[in-house]
Nanobody, 128 residues
């Protein structure tokens, strides 16, 4: 099992930036992928971005591509989400997740049901 702890959320004005971190501990595997998802009140959890832990291959939601950047530091066992040009509609709880170990192709990296372990979430609020 993998333990995940998010940090870095907060209140920011529209147009601003935030960097979320996800500290990873426990048993990780070379074929693990790490993802960021978000959930706004009353809405479903949606895919934001994912990265393969070993190869660093990245995947993005089309709506966030170009504004958000996912990365990981294997030495620090930490994943990041740099969020730029934030909009009010980016307001949500952001979750990091680990899993998708046997994903082939890209679609499964975007699906929350492919991830096994989740963090507790961090709130991001963007004021307009």
């Amino acid at each position: 099992q993998v333990q995940l702890v998010e940090s870095g959320g907060g209140l920011v004005q529209a147009g601003g930036s935030l960097r979320l971190s996800c500290a990873v501990s426990g048993r990780t595997f070379s074929n693990h992928a790490m993802g960021w998802f978000r959930q706004a009140p009353g809405k479903e959890r949606v895919f934001v971005a994912a990265i393969t832990w070993s190869g660093g291959i990245t995947y993005y939601s089309d709506s966030m591509k170009g504004r958000f950047i996912i990365s990981r530091d294997s030495a620090k066992n930490t994943m990041y989400l740099q969020m730029n040009s934030l909009k009010a509609e980016d307001t949500a709880v952001y979750y990091c997740a680990a899993g998708a170990r046997y994903c082939i192709g890209s679609y499964c990296y975007t699906r929350h049901e492919w991830y096994d372990d989740w963090g507790q979430g961090t709130q991001v609020t963007v004021s307009s």
